[in-house]
């Protein structure tokens, strides 16, 4: 073999060569990856197999395409595939197979598929050298993998008859897989989303994150219907669709100690912990297409497992202490910050994250051999939001300390690299961390951050000379006891672009959060992408009763990658035999999510009641208080009615999920305060016909797959200028569900592409939402009677078993400050409920309202958001992996 590195045409002996059998075993097959040059290239690694063994390169064709031809997805091939991984990889006989086993086989077979196209796909984009589009995300939301891959690979007709002729039911087996814990809320959905429509979409990308071994946590509820959070180990049985990659552990360091270089030149960072992050690749498919992107999700470990030394000494918690504390950092998703123990914990995670992927970045960087300049032209990181930020000052440390560029030069390449995207509008919720905290932790992170931040005050008092009170408000350190580093002022000035998720967050954005960086960066430098969601999972996939209908009305799946194409339903909207069609697919969608809210709870519900659903993260923004308070006063006044006025009633049924963190006490009353009214109102033989009450514990991925396509109306109330945007309201609407909202985040955009007439919006609006806390301030509000009412029922104990004041914490917040304005829009809110009990009484006019909603979701597609990236921020191409 000839060694191309140093011009050696020197050949290594093979075993057939040699007098000694074993001398060739004795010798490295492969050229090891060569010492740093003087130019500061590192080839790591071989090259292209056929470039080094060319002898060999038939057998390697031949035996890859024996493979290609044992993946044909006509039944007997798949039967064939499924039970070789029964026998092999599971090491069982077909009468040891239970459900579980039959899950993790067939999904390791339908796996096999992905990997060769994900094979095929990465082999392409490095050959193309092309720009990547590396998308940092503290959560994926993934969900199940297993039937969407089916769905993507176009394989599910033949994994449902091999099945059969297994003796198993798809749907059974398809119910065994366990959501991934990968995520919590829409900042996770969102990411999930993105790397489905970038692989649709051919645009290489790769997503990066943590791979939490216990998720955030499992919910369940107290016998008084308090929340509880349980670990959920997701990963007990494993994950057949993810694949380690343990000999690519990256050392990441913690603590230790840091010197800054003179004149900007290199720093050191000695001492400390070194950790080992050990990435689990989970790949994406492309909805029938061979491109296939990948989520990279790191899991912390020790970089010493075990130490014999103590566990001789009799020291046994000792041998194992420093593996154990390694492996915390990937235990779960957002540990409390109530102590310094969590929030330590958290900074951590985020560097731990960060870090471990720039490596991995950067390592696929070099093979490409070019200088570091040209870092941005192959590489875009999204920061999505500001958990990544570390991101910033780690990459500046890579390029100043370990590769010797000049400090101006190496801040030039961050500034094009990294692009953020804000999801907030409250100061409060913009991070910042404890410069002590940062200084322990991160010794050399932090004088990096110091030295970006005295580069970027001097520029802004050169622009504006003498304004101190600015050069406070944009400073990176935030003065105070004690002194903090603001996050997303350092994502801000370290990205080549700043974007909102809305079009009215975008503004507020610039002219609430950041307008002296508006000032100082100009306008240009933010921009808006309205956020998206993928209609593969969020229609096509959760509602094949309406899917089918949509592709028989349109007469293809063409609408599935082409969302636009939805608007031609309208045409239908009138049609009486096509509506009918409609409403049996929504019924169909209603049973099935009566049958799991029977299953699960004690509650019998009314099955041609109106549904109603809110299920999103609990917190006082979102206002799932305000919606249970409605809840209250429709029972008080069903109360006063007589029999024959309830039979006139629209009845009702209220559905409610989502989690609140550990920590937040408020969020948790809410839920306490939602399942007693629950308890009251379910036991009420009088009322339960007309009104139900369900919270519906641990909400996730896969069980808004149910609810979602059962709405009659979804409820997305938060306060004015609070929500960023919002994708499930998108996600409802999609699947022919009417909006109730107020006018913020997306619902605005929904809103107009709906049409009004087709929504139920009420409540203040944002311009008038200063005006309004300042009243609550000054003691001047006004509180309706209808308000009042629920509030002495609450007082009365009616809702809490005789305790007067359990709730008190909760009403306190309404009358000590308001500042989510409840009192404000509760009359409006009321309104719009009346509006949607009158709208929904003519079922014909209903179901029009629902045809023309669906059809103009197209612009909410995250396949548009993902090439509008592509295509305004991040300057990526998409890439052709036929050719």
Same mark, same amino acid.
């Given at each position: ?10 050949? +290594? ?73 029964? &026998? ?28 060769? %196209? ?74 999930? #989303? ?145 102590? !310094? ?12 994250? +960060? ?6 970045? #950067? ?15 192959? *590489?875009?990181?999204? /920061? ?12 500046? @440390?890579?390029?100043?300390? =370990? ?5 101006? &030069? ?50 802004? =008092? ?22 903090? *580093? ?16 809305? &079009? ?23 921009? %808006?992408?309205?956020?998206?969601? +993928? ?6 996939? #959760? ?5 089918? /209908? ?6 293809? !799946? ?6 636009? !194409? ?25 049973? @099935? ?12 519900? %009314? ?9 999103? @993260? ?15 006063? @429709? ?8 029999? =024959? !006025? ?8 209220? *559905? ?18 939602? +399942? ?63 909006? /109730? ?14 049409? =009004? &007439? ?63 304005? /409840? ?12 509006? *949607? ?47």
């Amino acid at each position: 073999m000839a060694d191309k590195a140093n011009g050696s045409t020197a050949t +290594t002996p093979t075993a057939s060569h040699t007098t000694n059998p074993f001398e060739a075993l004795a010798k490295p097959r492969r050229p090891r990856a060569h010492k740093r040059s003087a130019t500061g290239f590192i080839p790591d690694g071989p090259k292209r197999l056929n470039e080094i063994f060319p002898g060999e390169e038939k057998a390697w064709k031949d035996a890859l395409k024996s493979n290609e031809q044992q993946l044909t997805n006509d039944v007997k091939d798949v039967n064939a595939q499924i039970s070789r991984h029964v &026998e092999f990889t599971l090491s069982r006989q077909p009468f040891n197979v239970d459900e579980l086993a039959m899950y993790q086989a067939s999904a390791l077979s339908v796996r096999d598929k992905l990997v060769h %196209n994900w094979n095929k796909t990465q082999t392409a984009h490095t050959e193309k050298k092309v720009k990547r589009v590396y998308y940092f995300s503290l959560e994926f939301l993934l969900g199940r993998a297993y039937d969407n891959a089916l769905l993507n690979l176009d394989i599910k007709q033949s994994y449902d008859e091999s099945l059969k002729q297994l003796g198993f039911s798809l749907e059974d087996v398809l119910d065994v897989e366990r959501d991934m814990g990968l995520g919590n809320g829409g900042l996770g959905r969102l990411a999930a #989303c993105y790397l489905d429509s970038t692989s649709t979409c051919g645009i290489p990308a790769w997503g990066y994150t943590l791979r939490y071994s216990n998720g955030i946590f499992k919910q369940v509820l107290s016998s008084k219907g308090d929340q509880v959070e349980i670990p959920d180990p997701w990963l007990e049985s494993g994950n057949p669709f993810e694949v380690p990659r343990l000999d690519a552990a990256v050392e990441i360091k913690l603590y230790g100690q840091a010197s800054r270089g003179e004149n900007g030149k290199a720093g050191t960072w000695t001492g400390g912990t070194d950790i080992l992050a050990v990435p689990y690749d989970i790949p994406i498919p492309g909805f029938r297409a061979t491109a296939t992107n990948t989520v990279r999700a790191w899991r912390s470990r020790g970089k010493v497992s075990f130490d014999l030394a103590a566990f001789n000494a009799g020291a046994y918690d000792a041998a194992v202490r420093e593996a154990e504390e390694a492996e915390t950092i990937t235990r779960v998703l957002y540990p409390s910050e109530n102590h !310094e123990a969590g929030k330590t914990l958290r900074l951590k995670q985020q560097y731990f994250w +960060t870090a471990a992927s720039l490596h991995d970045i #950067c390592r696929r960087f070099r093979k490409l051999r070019e200088p570091w300049s040209a870092f941005p032209d192959y *590489v875009a990181v999204q /920061l999505n939001d500001t958990h990544p930020t570390l991101a910033i000052p780690e990459l500046l @440390r890579i390029l100043v300390d =370990e590769e010797g560029q000049e400090w101006d &030069e190496a801040w030039s390449i961050v500034r094009r690299t990294f692009f953020y995207t804000c999801h907030t509008l409250m100061p409060e919720a913009l991070e910042t961390w404890s410069v002590d905290l940062v200084g322990w932790l991160l010794p050399r992170h932090l004088q990096i951050i110091y030295d970006i931040n005295f580069h970027f005050l001097a520029d802004v =008092e050169r622009k504006f000379p003498g304004d101190r009170a600015r050069l406070a408000r944009m400073s990176l350190i935030e003065e105070g006891s004690p002194k903090r *580093v603001r996050m997303s002022h350092l994502a801000v000035i370290g990205s080549h672009k700043v974007n909102g998720v809305a &079009e009215l967050h975008s503004e507020l954005v610039q002219s609430q959060l950041f307008p002296d960086f508006v000032e100082y960066l100009g306008r240009d430098h933010f921009t %808006n992408v309205t956020n998206g969601i +993928t209609a593969r999972r969020w229609l096509y996939q #959760c509602n094949p009763a309406l899917s089918t /209908l949509i592709t028989k009305a349109l007469g293809s !799946e063409h609408w599935v990658t082409h969302l636009d !194409e939805l608007k031609k339903l309208q045409k239908f909207a009138k049609n009486e035999a096509f509506k009918k069609e409609w409403a049996a697919a929504k019924q169909v969608n209603r049973n @099935r999510l009566c049958d799991y809210i029977e299953s699960t709870t004690e509650l019998k519900v %009314n099955r041609k009641a109106l549904i109603d659903i809110q299920v999103k @993260r609990i917190h006082e923004y979102k206002r799932q208080s305000l919606n249970i308070l409605g809840v209250i006063y @429709r029972y008080l006044q069903l109360k006063k009615m007589s029999p =024959e !006025e309830r039979k006139r009633v629209v009845p009702r049924l209220s *559905v409610f999920g989502g989690k609140a963190a550990p920590g937040y006490y408020m969020a948790k009353l809410t839920i306490r305060l939602i +399942t007693a009214v629950s308890k009251v109102l379910n036991a009420d033989e009088e009322i339960r016909e007309f009104l139900n009450v369900a919270f519906l514990a641990d909400y996730s991925v896969s069980l808004a797959e149910i609810l979602i396509p059962a709405s009659d109306i979804s409820e997305h109330i938060s306060t004015a200028g609070t929500e960023a945007s919002g994708t499930s309201n998108m996600k409802f609407l999609l699947n022919g569900g009417l909006l /109730l909202g107020t006018v913020d985040g997306a619902n605005v955009e929904l809103g107009q592409a709906a049409g =009004e &007439e087709n929504c139920f919006f009420f409540g203040v609006l944002e311009p008038d939402v200063r005006e309004l806390r300042l009243r609550h301030q000054a003691g001047q509000a006004q509180y309706p009677p209808q308000l009042l009412e629920v509030v002495d029922a609450l007082r009365s104990g009616q809702f809490s078993a005789g305790e007067g004041d359990l709730f008190e914490p909760l009403l306190s917040t309404i009358f000590n400050g308001d500042f989510y304005l /409840l009192s404000d829009d509760f009359l409006s809110y009321l309104e719009a409920q009346k509006m *949607v009990d009158a709208a929904f009484v003519d079922t014909s006019s209903w179901v029009e309202k629902c045809i023309n909603t669906t059809a103009c979701m197209g612009r909410f597609s995250s396949d548009r958001a993902v090439q509008q990236y592509a295509e305004e921020i991040w300057n990526v191409e998409p890439v052709d992996i036929s050719q």
